[in-house]
């Protein structure tokens, strides 16, 4: 190849004159041909600008032209070797191009983590440009934790803890106006405040709620004394009530089906049941169900870390806890409550319609000694009395509850950081502000860790870093009377946050111990995750990933660590209510609860011991894993959701029902058809140019909006709120379908048309089975694509 260019240059060297090939019009008969002529270039001959159709002509016939002068044969040589030089350098291009090619996907597939998971099966690499050159997965992650490391995360959970924010009150104002000057503070495009006038109940200190023994006669006796009248349950009905106390358990509808089947009718009486499980509300809506008058809420010590060096609650001290069944202004549901509007009266169906008071475990103590009856199971005993519980019924008591509601001002506090390429999908994190005690558990911690964030992204946008997506950081108010604030935001634009809201992470209830770690999740975050996991370092077991320390206890990861959505987590009503994907991560203790919580007793201090010195280690880790998920969602090209599990979901759901398979075979079909769509769209990913800006912000809309598909589109939102067929409430949902179906296995008659109200109803069932049936056919059709591309059989 060198001789034949060197022949090449020789020759040109020794031609008389160079020249070029041009095509000229031809006018006349053979308009719109060009001839080709040969011209010097020393003059300088333009070619036509406008090209018309054109013919281009081979040689013309020996003798047809002007002769030209005979080229010397060096000069011949090289012409005819100038196309296998031509031919030779493409092949050269083309090699170097391929082999660069292969280069650069070896290294980012040797990067690991730096690929973006959507599936097991495909990979896709993240974009990573900035204008200050090319950074990859790592290099984010060492920015994000060299930040990070700079933070004084002990020293705003202690300080926050020490304010009162109390929702409403003169000093929650006051820690608004900070945290917003803190958020103006960092390099944010925009900080500003949302504010929402709602319902909230408070007690009345002139009339505080009371409990008294009664006699057979009727009379009002002595009175059992509440230790704190500021310990009440909000949102429970007003008024007084008497009737013979019962002991339930947790209140769930098991154990006052077990308490009837013992032969202790609930029915008009006053049930006392333990802190847990369950929330307070559904304690409260279960004994409503049941017939109960009242319901009395105490904390068993044995629920609780009997270990001694940990504290322990007070015996004298009630816990806090709203009985809402649902979330927001209950005085305004599904309604947003800006600028103080006025709806026509009506108020949420989650009120309950009677009465509610936490007591302490000394007073408890107290009315279990007075219970006869039979004696509570064994897995019902608890640690108060020095002899068993017994069921009851036991004497009569009198309970008052004087709650007033108030019409309150909340303010949702915001910071964004504008994403670059989407700047209109938004990944949001978010934390309470509020707390009725001190907090530190609560709410503290998730300030501080969301004021980390802020911090941290901000000083990485300061030296480069522009997410693909925007950052939404909020700080919420209202959060301990049932995520008030957030879900007002969210009915307030409900209308556009399903178009544009990409995942909320919740921030709350993120340290409650140190031994075990739980995500409470949509299905579709499980694989990221997972993922994320792999990347932080365990808290308390030194050179071991968190992931290491999950699967070191479960090989199965997923069944020790992901969990439902919890109705009284803010991030319940982002997926329940709007359809966004959430997640809310909790370090626990191990299978113990935290005794503190909504208590006077949830300071620092007590989070500090509770966690024996590792309090800072633990939040920095839930600060770590909440900071790469942010990177990983706003930063990925592909969103990282994992758009196939939900056909696991129903699956996992079902699968125990074999004997019924006849009666779900819709199901089945709706799920097979979603499977499908959900494999062809990783397909259509799979073999799509990577870099076609359009194709991936197509795809990316698809992915972001499968879990607003399972919102079914059949039932009101008025009337069901939470229309999620997998998570929400309703006989709309999955699991109230499965709950039904299973009353054949005890229906005695074994009849499928019984009209009993407690037994299987045909006509129920069909009506279920369509509302769940279709709206998963929907999220298939959906996850296709356009309406051309939809294919099922069903």
């Known amino acids: 190849m060198e001789r034949l260019w060197g022949l090449f240059q020789r020759a040109q060297q020794l031609s008389p004159r160079s020249s070029q090939t041009v095509y000229q019009r031809v006018e006349g008969p053979r308009k719109g041909h ?72 070896g290294s980012c597939q040797a990067c690991g983590d730096s690929v973006l998971v959507v599936s097991e099966d495909v990979n896709y690499e993240p974009d990573l440009d900035f204008h200050q050159g090319r950074l990859y997965w790592s290099d984010l992650q060492a920015m994000f934790l060299q930040f990070l490391g700079e933070g004084r995360l002990e020293d705003t959970i202690r300080q ?67 230790e704190d009248p500021d310990v009440y349950c909000p949102y429970s009905a007003i008024g007084n009530v008497t009737g013979e106390l019962v002991y339930a358990h947790y209140g769930r509808p098991e154990d006052l089906q ?38 009395l809420i105490y904390p068993e010590p044995a629920d609780f870390s009997q270990d001694p060096p940990k504290p322990s609650l007070s015996s004298q001290q009630a ?140 000083s990485m946008v300061s030296n480069g870093f522009r997410p693909r997506r925007s950052l939404l950081f909020i700080s919420w108010d209202g959060g301990d009377f049932g995520s008030v604030g957030s879900t007002e935001w969210l009915e307030g634009y409900l209308s556009v946050l399903h178009l544009k809201a990409v995942v909320y992470v919740s921030l709350d209830n993120a340290v409650l111990g140190d031994d075990k770690f739980h995500a409470k999740t949509s299905p579709l975050l499980t694989s990221l995750i997972e993922s994320v996991l792999k990347q932080v370092d365990s808290p308390n077991h030194s050179g071991q990933t968190l992931y290491e320390q999950v699967v070191f206890t479960n090989p199965s990861w997923d069944a020790e660590v992901i969990r439902p959505l919890p109705m009284d987590s803010s991030a319940y009503s982002f997926t329940a209510f709007v359809g966004v994907p959430a997640v809310e991560f909790s370090f626990m203790e191990d299978d113990q609860a935290y005794p503190f919580l909504h208590t006077k007793e949830d300071t620092y201090e007590n989070l500090h011991k509770v966690l024996q010195g590792r309090l800072p280690a633990v939040a920095q880790a839930v600060a770590q894993l909440a900071g790469q998920l942010l990177i990983r969602l706003s930063h990925d090209r592909l969103l990282p959701l994992d758009f196939g599990r939900y056909g696991d979901v129903v699956l996992r759901h079902i699968g125990n029902l074999n004997e019924f398979s006849g009666d779900l075979k819709w199901v089945y079909s709706a799920r097979g058809d979603y499977i499908r769509a959900a494999e062809k769209l990783r397909q259509e990913i799979y073999s799509s140019e990577e870099r076609d800006e359009r194709l991936t912000r197509m795809y990316n809309v698809r992915i972001m909006r499968v879990e607003f598909y399972f919102l079914s589109q059949y039932v009101s939102p008025a009337d069901s709120p939470f229309r999620h067929i997998f998570m929400g409430r309703g006989d709309h949902t999955l699991g109230a379908l499965l709950d039904h179906l299973r009353l054949l296995r005890s229906n005695s008659s074994g009849t499928p048309g019984a009209t009993s109200s407690t037994g299987f109803q045909e006509s129920r069932f069909r009506r279920q089975l369509a509302l769940l049936t279709w709206t998963l056919q929907g999220a298939a059709n959906a996850l296709s694509g356009d309406v051309w591309n939809i294919d099922n059989n069903f």
């Open 34 to 105: 060009l001839e080709e002529e040969e011209e010097d270039g020393e003059e300088g001959a333009e070619t036509l600008a406008h090209f018309c159709p054109m013919e281009l002509r081979g040689p013309e016939p020996l003798g047809s032209r002007p002769r030209q002068p005979n080229l010397i044969p060096w000069a011949a040589a090289g012409r005819r070797a100038a196309p296998y030089l031509v031919l030779t350098a493409l092949l050269i291009f083309t090699g170097a191009f391929l082999l660069g090619y292969v280069a650069f996907r």
């Open 160 to 226: 926050t803890s020490l304010r009162e924010r109390v929702a409403g009150s003169a000093g929650m104002a006051a820690l608004t106006q900070d945290i917003r000057a803190a958020l103006s503070r960092q390099k944010l495009d925009h900080v500003w405040t949302d504010t929402h006038y709602v319902g909230l109940q408070f007690p009345d200190p002139a009339h505080p709620n009371t409990l008294h023994w009664v006699d057979e006669a009727g009379k009002v006796g002595e009175q059992l004394p509440l």
């Open 258 to 295: 077990d308490l009837r089947a013992r032969g202790v009718d609930p029915v008009g009486r006053l049930l006392l049941v333990r802190v847990g499980v369950i929330s307070f509300a559904q304690k409260v809506t279960n004994a409503q169900d049941f017939g109960a008058q009242g319901v």
């Open 319 to 458: 816990v806090y806890g709203h009985v809402h069944l649902g979330t927001g202004d209950p005085y305004t549901p599904g309604f947003p409550s800006f600028n103080q509007t006025q709806f026509p009266p009506v108020a949420s169906s989650g009120l309950p319609s009677i009465p509610a008071q936490p007591i302490s475990a000394d007073i408890a103590s107290r009315l279990l000694r007075k219970l006869k009856g039979p004696v509570a199971p064994q897995e019902w005993q608890g640690s108060l009395l020095g002899s068993p519980y017994h069921l009851g019924p036991g004497p009569r008591l009198r309970l008052v509850v004087n709650n007033h509601r108030t019409s309150t001002p909340i303010n949702n506090i915001f910071g964004c950081i504008e994403g670059r390429s989407e700047p209109d999908h938004y990944v949001v994190i978010g934390a309470q502000r509020d707390a009725w005690g001190p907090g530190a558990a609560k709410s503290a911690v998730g300030t501080a860790i969301l004021l980390e964030l802020v911090r941290t992204f901000s």
